[in-house]
């Protein structure tokens, strides 16, 4: 919770700095986050307060988390800034994937946040893990959004850079 909470905070404080017509990436960022914060957090909640060493069982885990990657996967679709295409890292090329690009980002949200979910249960591993990936990937988004002066990528970098100091204060 303390790591959702700073790196949120300051991503809003910090984040807005960057504006421009298609300034939605920061929210959708937070939103996301939060959304999948708060699956874990049921889980640990039932956990610790309700006493159920197991939590959510894999059922009652998946469902919401491929319901809310399918969500945001629709809006990034149907969002001008995102699309349904894929920047090829370090090329000016974007792969188009049309309508696959839906289910393409749902299973790649719900692999991402199921492989998070292993790592937090190994002691401190998903911070330092989360701190490498957050600095690279400010770093990438920063790098394109100021050589394509695009503030939504400068926002993106900001979220990430800032998710990145939290998990290595946390």
Request: hydrophobic share 50%; charged share 10%.
């Amino acid at each position: 919770v303390s790591f959702l909470a700073a790196g949120l905070l300051c991503s809003l404080a910090f984040g807005f700095r960057y504006k421009n017509d298609h300034g939605q990436l920061l929210l959708y960022c937070v939103l996301c986050t939060l959304s999948f914060g708060f699956v874990g957090f049921v889980d640990d909640y039932l956990k610790v307060v309700r006493h159920r060493s197991e939590g959510l069982t894999v059922k009652q885990k998946l469902l919401p988390q491929i319901v809310l990657a399918i969500v945001f996967a629709v809006i990034a679709y149907a969002s001008d800034s995102i699309g349904s295409g894929i920047m090829l890292p370090f090329t000016s090329k974007r792969l188009e994937l049309g309508f696959f690009y839906i289910p393409v980002a749902a299973f790649v949200i719900v692999a991402v946040d199921n492989s998070a979910n292993i790592l937090d249960g190994l002691d401190g591993l998903l911070s330092s893990n989360s701190s490498i990936a957050f600095a690279a990937m400010s770093a990438y988004a920063t790098y394109t959004g100021i050589v394509t002066e695009n503030g939504s990528l400068m926002n993106t970098g900001v979220f990430c850079l800032c998710m990145c100091a939290a998990a290595v204060w946390v």
